[in-house]
């Protein structure tokens, strides 16, 4: 069962904290998980826990400061991925000794076995593996499952590893601060795809990924395309991803042809068409009503508002709450 279909009530995530004290009720606090955590370090038991779920994605934090051996698993039809970022020494994941540069991933059947030292705190995703499947085939045009078939510890390379810690603690960060945002489908969207993305690219094996780069012809009508899509949907915040769906074509070609025709990337291209689309929607505010720009900025897909502030000023030459201030006078 996926957190969206186990959640109940209106809204459409949920978010828990919780700091625990004792090994039993920690192994409780992941929701959909089936796990039995045996402490095998002695001393008081510490533990911190974050989660959030939406539509088909979970993220969560935890920490521990005992050793102790987690059985069971995760939902069905499941993919999880974890990376440490605080560890003391190594550990123990089914069969294989893990560290600071360690990525581990489990499916949805996989028997959980998982040995942590003294001091461990992880960040890690757990997605619907069919949602993340039908990406990476539509986006990447791979077979996500084959490449990890059989495996725990995923092949990453540190710096990778490194940056998608760095992202689902953002992404944490971002949703703690204002998490009823994630109430807008759009800020949902862009957050799941960002997440598959950088999985993505975090498992990308470069060897495996050579392909022949598109004729001139055909980058230019990959971009005419793209162009007369976005002209048809003008009004929606559309992804590298829907383009990709759409036109049937790799993010490695969609790179390509947008830089060879543009001299610009796809990610930036549509970025700029996203913040002039909320630079008109703040400049189209009613002046006696209540829409703020966090509000309007979710509503086209940008999750992480401190930088989309920046970004913003850089495009506009001022923050988008002056542009609102200004509309309101």
Known sequence: MSPAAAKTG????????RDT?????????????QQRYDQLSAGSFAGLFEEFCFDKVQLFREGLNQSVHQTGGA???????????AIDGTGWFAGEVYGAHSML?????DELDFRTPRQ?????????AKALGDYAQQVDHRNLEAELAGRRMAPATPERIEALGRLLATMMTSLRATPELLQHAQMRKAMEQALFATLLDTLSWDAGQQTAAPSCHA??????????????????PITVADLCIELGVSRRTLQYSFQDVLDLNPVKFLRAIRLNAVRRALKATDPGGRTTVADIAARWGFWHLSHFAAEYKTMFGELPSETLRRTER
């Open 21 to 33: 004290q004792d090994a039993d009720d920690h192994a409780a606090c992941l929701s959909n998980w």
């Open 10 to 17: 209106k809204l459409p995530y949920s978010h828990a904290r």
């Open 105 to 109: 991933t489990l499916g949805g059947t």
């Open 75 to 85: 939902w069905p039809g499941s993919r999880t991925f974890a990376v440490p970022v």
């Open 120 to 128: 461990l705190e992880i960040l890690a995703c757990t997605a619907d």
């Open 219 to 236: 980058r230019q009508l990959v971009v005419a395309r793209a162009r007369a899509y976005m002209e048809a949907h003008i009004d929606e």
